[in-house]
């Protein structure tokens, strides 16, 4: 069984003319497998992380309902699952939020899990969120706590 982690994989290569154009200084695709016996290990490491995602997503929430002026894009962060046990962490750049549902395109190269493929459109609940972040059109970022903290990690070579 495999784990996969996709730290940051905003993938300009799936849009079509509504949907987000990147900036090129936005951070690049950095995916990474966690094996299965360091799962737990890894969990624990990121939950302070998504917590901080999840403290501060209604005001995020907020702002995109409210209208995001034009340049700034909306994703969120949420794992896949397949019949496998797999599941992938992926981006989602969100069209709409209602009733507690989000709705949107799956933005992230998909290496592990089966059934899914970058660019689909993908509904699932609110508090499937792990993560959240608004990207600007000079490549910075808002909220991606856990992709940060994962960047860094990585980065790093731990």
């Known amino acids: 069984m495999r784990f996969l982690i996709a730290l940051l994989v905003l993938c300009s290569s799936v849009a079509s003319a509504q949907d987000p154009i990147l900036s090129p200084d936005a951070p690049k695709d950095v995916p990474a497998t966690v094996a299965p016996g360091a799962l737990p290990s890894f969990e624990k490491a990121i939950a302070p992380h ?5 403290r501060t ?5 907020e702002r995109f309902l409210a209208g995001l002026p034009d340049g700034p894009f909306f994703f969120v962060t949420t794992r896949l699952y397949d019949e496998t046990g797999n599941f992938e962490q992926v981006f989602v ?3 709409s939020i209602e009733a507690g549902t989000i709705s949107g395109r799956i933005w992230s190269h998909i290496n592990s899990v089966r059934g899914y493929r970058a660019g689909d459109t993908h509904t699932f609940p609110e508090s499937e969120i792990i993560d959240w972040l608004i990207t600007h059109p000079d490549g910075s970022e808002e909220g991606n706590y856990v992709g940060k903290y994962l960047d860094s990690l990585y980065q790093s070579g731990t």
């Open 93 to 95: 750049a969100v069209r």
């Open 57 to 61: 997503y209604p005001a995020a929430k």
């Open 50 to 54: 998504i917590a901080e995602a999840v």
